[in-house]
T-cell receptor, first 108, second 116 residues
Framework: GIQVEQSPPDLILQEGANSTLRCNFS?????LQWFHQNPWGQLINLFY???GTKQNGRLSATTVATERYSLLYISSSQTTDSGVYFC??????????FGAGTILRVKS | KAGVTQTPRYLIKTRGQQVTLSCSPI?????VSWYQQTPGQGLQFLFE???????NKGNFPGRFSGRQFSNSRSEMNVSTLELGDSALYLC???????????????FGPGTRLTVL
């Protein structure tokens, strides 16, 4: 089945810094989702981005489907951005296959 | 529009017992999927229900089962609990658009199950 790899596994930032998280996938996909898992465990939808670039405030994402990767950019990071960021792509049917996540810690 | 809801939020059981978790999807969403999250295995797909039928199943033993009701609410059941079943169980709902195999999924807050 399709494999998803995220990098880096851990990231520590000072408040105000920018960061880029990467998601590589092993096969062609027709959509990709980015999530932020909050401290209580809920997965919050950030982007649904099969291809191209989308922006939402300080966050933006780019998916280059032909090269099988997606990038999540966080600018001017805040302590509330801390948590785990996951990307996920479709496996069989409506099943999502997740990467292992990137743990982000933003220090004040 | 209300989001995906899951009950209960926390649960403590002992080995050998069984447990039932509930998920109510976003209004109008007919697909419900369940995922298990553990520190060692990450997020893994359990199964998906659509129109009261299981459409897809992950690689879990038969102790894990589920069902979906006519109002799209779903339950999952784990029988003969083992210590390794301790996990966060997340459900997700989505709208199934014809001609599209996969759709944006929205997750509930999860049920944290501890097996002692």
């Amino acid at each position: 089945g399709i494999q998803v790899e995220q990098s880096p596994p851990d990231l520590i930032l000072q408040e105000g810094a920018n960061s880029t998280l990467r998601c590589n996938f092993s096969d062609s996909v027709n959509n990709l989702q980015w999530f932020h898992q909050n401290p209580w465990g809920q997965l919050i939808n950030l982007f649904y981005i099969p291809s191209g670039t989308k922006q939402n405030g300080r966050l933006s994402a780019t998916t280059v489907a032909t090269e099988r990767y997606s990038l999540l950019y966080i600018s001017s990071s805040q302590t509330t951005d801390s948590g785990v960021y996951f990307c996920a792509v479709p496996g069989d049917g409506n099943k999502l296959v997740f990467g292992a996540g990137t743990i982000l810690r933003v220090k004040s | 529009k209300a989001g995906v809801t899951q009950t209960p939020r926390y649960l403590i059981k002992t080995r050998g017992q069984q447990v039932t978790l509930s998920c109510s999807p976003i209004s109008g969403h007919r697909s419900v999927s369940w995922y298990q999250q553990t520190p060692g295995q990450g997020l893994q797909f359990l199964f998906e229900y659509f129109s009261e039928t299981q459409r897809n199943k992950g690689n879990f033993p038969g102790r894990f089962s589920g069902r979906q009701f006519s109002n799209s609410r779903s339950e999952m059941n784990v029988s003969t609990l083992e210590l390794g079943d301790s996990a966060l169980y997340l459900c997700a709902s989505s709208v199934i658009r014809s001609g599209r195999a996969s759709n944006e999924q929205f997750f509930g807050p999860g049920t944290r199950l501890t097996v002692l």
